[in-house]
């Protein structure tokens, strides 16, 4: 098993958001939840009967990445690394 590139004992940001909404509700604030990806209730019967017609596609480019000729952000791939990895990328 893979061993985790998180730090041990480490705060997990989203649980401690979580939380501390959780403590503002039990206090009777009243919050409006903005939150995205967590509905409540099932799936629309359209949006279920969608997925399930994608899935069982035989359609091979619906099973690949969509590429759409974005240029993307330039600079972006550097930056990213750069900040994550400590140490040069121009071969220093």
């Known amino acids: 098993m893979r061993g985790s590139r998180l730090p041990s004992g ?3 940001v989203l649980q401690e958001v979580r939380a501390k909404r959780q ?3 039990d206090k009777g ?12 209730g099932p799936a629309l019967r359209s949006a279920s009967e969608a997925a399930a017609a994608a899935v069982k596609s035989r359609d091979e480019a619906m099973h690949c990445y969509q590429y759409n000729d974005s ?9 990213f ?11 220093e």
């Open 29 to 40: 604030v009243e919050l409006l939840d903005l939150s995205i990806g967590e509905p409540k």
């Open 71 to 79: 240029p993307g952000v330039p600079g972006f791939a550097r930056r």
């Open 10 to 12: 480490g705060v997990n």
């Open 23 to 25: 403590e503002a509700v």
């Open 81 to 91: 690394v750069e900040h994550h990895v400590p140490r040069s990328l121009d071969g």
